[in-house]
């Protein structure tokens, strides 16, 4: 089997299984820093409130950026789901949230209630994505199985016909 001509002048299988694995890596790193984030404040919480000081308006809703101070140090984040998982209808500037943050790592916080940094909806939904994209990792890897031995078995073919002339 020569690459240049896989699958009959095509190489579409071999890019559908690198972009499913590029997907299923990506979203399966992305699950493991929701999770050690979550160990993070899990193992040295702090509660602590923040105030909402920038809305911006974006496709879909609001992205809101929390302020918050963690031992007479600022800190900002833009990656709460504070208008979802807060319970806030509608936070406008100068609303107050309740956060976690580590104590170790001040920089990695939660919305209190939460288990994880970016809600906890995310967790299903990077999971979903590791699952797809394996599921895509493998399809094409069989595609690619199939297409090799076929091409296999015709110049085994080909060759015996070949030879008994």
């Given at each position: 089997m020569r690459w240049g001509v896989f699958g009959r002048g095509t190489r579409m299988p071999l890019a559908i299984a690198a972009g499913s694995l590029g997907v299923a890596v990506a979203g399966g790193c992305s699950l493991a820093g929701e999770i050690?984030?979550?160990?993070?404040?899990?193992?040295?919480?702090?509660?602590?409130?923040?105030?909402?000081?920038?809305?911006?308006?974006?496709?879909?809703?609001?992205?809101?950026?929390?302020?918050?101070?963690?031992?007479?140090?600022?800190?900002?984040?833009?990656?709460?789901?504070?208008?979802?998982?807060?319970?806030?209808?509608?936070?406008?500037?100068?609303?107050?949230?309740c956060l976690e943050a580590s104590t170790e790592h001040p920089e990695t916080v939660r919305l209190c209630g939460q288990r994880y940094p970016s809600g906890d909806d995310m967790i299903p939904t990077e999971g979903l994505i590791v699952v797809a994209g394996t599921a895509g990792t493998l399809m094409a890897a069989?595609?690619?199985?199939?297409?090799?031995?076929?091409?296999?078995?015709?110049n085994r073919r080909s060759g015996s016909a070949a030879h008994a002339t």
């Amino acid at each position: 089997m020569r690459w240049g001509v896989f699958g009959r002048g095509t190489r579409m299988p071999l890019a559908i299984a690198a972009g499913s694995l590029g997907v299923a890596v990506a979203g399966g790193c992305s699950l493991a820093g929701e999770i050690s984030d979550a160990r993070r404040i899990d193992a040295s919480p702090v509660r602590l409130h923040g105030v909402v000081d920038r809305v911006v308006p974006v496709k879909g809703g609001n992205t809101f950026r929390v302020s918050y101070l963690v031992g007479g140090q600022r800190f900002a984040t833009e990656d709460l789901p504070v208008g979802h998982g807060a319970g806030l209808a509608d936070p406008t500037v100068g609303t107050t949230v309740c956060l976690e943050a580590s104590t170790e790592h001040p920089e990695t916080v939660r919305l209190c209630g939460q288990r994880y940094p970016s809600g906890d909806d995310m967790i299903p939904t990077e999971g979903l994505i590791v699952v797809a994209g394996t599921a895509g990792t493998l399809m094409a890897a069989g595609w690619i199985l199939m297409v090799a031995r076929r091409e296999r078995r015709d110049n085994r073919r080909s060759g015996s016909a070949a030879h008994a002339t």
